[in-house]
């Protein structure tokens, strides 16, 4: 596995843990049958179901089908399209509202399973997986998240996250580790909290 494909591996488990954040704030569920999703996304597409079954992958006649009832119950592509696409237009300003607070005063909380090297081997400072729980400042929050909504590469988004848990958790904060490189890879797992 080439350095990108670690990387972009981390940039899936990055953004799927924005998602899982974000689902974690909806103040109501989001529609969860076929025919309620369509008709959320029709209204979304300003009532268009020739641009929604384009965005769906679909043809304009399947779209119809499940806004009139005939069909109910899709195929697990069409279901999974369903639930992402209305998850992602689902309460946008609950969304906004959190991402600016993350970004102005609360920052984030990321909890990972990774490989952080930060030392030679042999010392008690090499490199090893680790369980980090770990309370991102304000300012490394909005370049995160500035990042994100900016659709940076995988690479970008990558060192982001990593250099948002390596000052908060290996410098804190700067305080006489200023210098000291961290090395963050093989992400197992990432969950992000706002």
């Given at each position: 596995?080439?350095?990108d494909d670690v990387k972009r591996a981390a940039?899936?488990?990055?953004?799927?843990?924005?998602?899982r954040a974000e689902r974690a704030l909806f103040t109501r569920p989001a529609p969860k049958s076929a025919r309620a999703q369509m008709k959320f996304l029709r209204t979304r597409e300003?009532?268009?179901?020739?641009?929604?079954a384009a965005r769906l992958g679909v043809s304009r006649k399947t779209v119809e089908r499940y806004l009139s009832g005939a069909s109910k119950r899709p195929r697990k592509r069409l279901q999974a399209v369903l639930v992402q696409e209305t998850e992602s237009e689902w309460q946008p300003q609950v969304r906004a509202q959190a991402r600016q607070r993350a970004a102005s005063s609360g920052g984030l909380v990321i909890s990972c399973r990774a490989y952080f090297?930060?030392?030679q081997e042999g010392t008690s400072d090499a490199g090893r997986v680790r369980d980090i729980s770990v309370a991102v400042s304000p300012s490394h929050a909005a370049a995160i998240l500035a990042a994100?909504?900016?659709?940076?590469?995988?690479?970008?988004l990558h060192d982001a996250v990593a250099e948002a848990i390596a000052?908060?958790?290996f410098r804190q904060g700067g305080g006489g580790h200023a210098g000291l490189e961290v090395k963050?890879?093989?992400v197992e797992?990432?969950?992000i909290r706002f």
């Open positions: 596995m080439t350095d940039r899936a488990k990055i953004m799927e843990g924005f998602a300003k009532g268009s179901t020739k641009s929604l090297g930060l030392g994100r909504e900016d659709g940076a590469t995988e690479s970008d000052d908060a958790y963050f890879a093989d797992w990432l969950d």
